[in-house]
């Protein structure tokens, strides 16, 4: 049963990190999920599109992935708005069914040699629903998260959206590294073992499901001021400078995100030339450490500002993108390429650590998920979707180096936004309950 937000204050402490862990999980089996996918389509890949060479094969798979996130604005829309109209716990809830059917439809679907072309058309089936999932989990659990906490020590826990969130992506590597190493050969992995992986996830968000139905609802929800607008699209474009912030502030930092997590690990065997398991071990290793860096930086901004640690981000991003990956490209050990990812994902938490609950804070509690999911899906679909593809077709063209000065533009332009945006830590739109 539920606990009500009356309970959760009564309660205390104990209640709200309760239900803070729980919606992390959740959230942690919603991104294994999604990022299984690139984690494997280096061995399914073949199945689903036979034909061409390894980078045009990826390329095939790389789009599906970008097609994956054109249902995640219309996901931010729909579940934001459920989520300022009947909870953010309710939300979540809808978010896991819709993952958990996504991973069982690739899981089970057969290759293109069993089905012909039945089965690319299923596989974008599956990513159009994981998006639609995943567009509304965002908003909804960085609401959750932001709202749960208390205001000294927001940013940190907001921050355990990204440690799930990288989480789930290290579990993905993990299985992917012990069907490797432990269980199965290159070949069978290629043929079927893959489904392993996804088949796992659908699984485990059933263990997601039972978790959340303990969670709270937060007090700030039940207290709303104004719950004739919530979840409004009219409601919302009352906020014209938020919603503006939102893009600005996502633009660089969700496209730097995707390129030094979920496209590293191609561009290390694509480009770079290391093998599959290598690849898989180091960004398994640089992506613990990230993880771990995420509270560490969500405790410093409840100590010096959200908006200082932003810069920090905007202005390292912006200088050093371009050298990273240039000299990531003419690595010739695994530490040489260790060292540099590590460096870029220690400048890339100065976004990923607080940006869900700088958001937060620029909305009040009526439209505060729609708000944060709409815009943040819109902007993550158009710049976080596409880098894969761009990234494989600037190297397929032979200006490999393009895709670098795209990132660093990108990235310039969200400092210009920190720049001029209030510091959301001393002007915060959430009222603890």
């Known amino acids: 049963m539920m606990p009500s937000p009356a309970q959760t204050a009564a309660h205390g402490a104990a209640w709200r990190i309760a239900s803070i862990l729980r919606g992390a999980i959740g959230n942690l089996v919603e991104w294994y999920d999604w990022y299984v996918y690139s984690a494997f389509s280096l061995y399914f890949a073949k199945a689903f599109f036979p034909k061409g060479d390894l980078t045009a094969q990826l390329l095939n798979t790389a789009a599906v992935f970008a097609v994956g996130f054109l249902m995640r604005p219309l996901g931010g829309w729909l579940l934001g708005r459920y989520a300022d109209r009947h909870g953010r716990r309710a939300a979540l809830m809808v978010s896991i069914y819709l993952m958990c059917g996504g991973s069982l439809i690739v899981a089970l679907t057969p ?29 909804s659990s960085a609401t959750y998260l932001s709202e749960m906490a208390t205001a000294r020590h927001r940013g940190f826990y907001s921050s355990f959206q990204y440690v799930t969130l990288i989480a789930g992506q290290l579990l993905a590597l993990l299985v992917l590294m012990s069907l490797q190493h432990v269980f199965l050969s290159t070949e069978a992995l290629e043929a079927w073992g893959w489904r392993i992986a996804f088949g796992i996830g659908a699984a485990t968000a059933l263990v997601a499901l039972y978790l959340r139905r303990g969670m709270a609802e937060t007090s700030a929800f039940a207290q709303r001021s104004a719950p004739a607008q919530a979840g409004t699209l009219h409601g919302l474009l009352q906020h014209p400078r938020a919603l503006l912030t939102v893009v600005g502030l996502t633009m660089g930092g969700t496209l730097a995100f995707y390129t030094y997590t979920i496209y590293m690990q191609k561009y290390l065997v694509n480009s770079v030339g290391m093998s599959k398991t290598d690849a ?38 912006s200088l050093l993108t371009v050298p990273i990956l240039s000299h990531l490209q003419a690595v010739t050990t695994l530490w040489q390429a260790f060292a540099l990812i590590m460096l870029a994902l220690i400048v890339l938490s100065g976004y990923t650590a607080i940006n869900a609950v700088v958001k937060a804070e620029l909305f009040p509690t009526e439209v505060r998920a729609l708000g944060v999911a709409l815009p943040y899906a819109l902007t993550v679909s158009i710049f976080g979707g596409t880098a894969e593809y761009l990234a494989l077709w600037f190297k397929s063209i032979g200006h490999e180096q393009g895709f670098y000065w795209y990132v660093t533009v990108c990235i310039a332009i969200s400092l210009l936004v920190y720049l001029r945006m209030p510091d959301t830590r001393a002007h915060s739109r959430i009222v603890d309950g």
């Open 280 to 317: 898989t071990l180091i960004s398994a290793a640089t992506l613990f450490l990230y993880m771990l860096l995420q509270p560490v930086v969500g405790a410093l901004s409840d100590r010096i500002g959200r908006r200082p640690v932003l810069i920090a981000f905007g202005v390292l991003g």
């Open 111 to 139: 290759g293109y040699a069993q089905i012909g072309v039945a089965a690319p058309v299923l596989l974008v089936l599956a990513r159009l629903l994981q998006g639609l999932s995943l567009g509304g989990e965002y908003g």
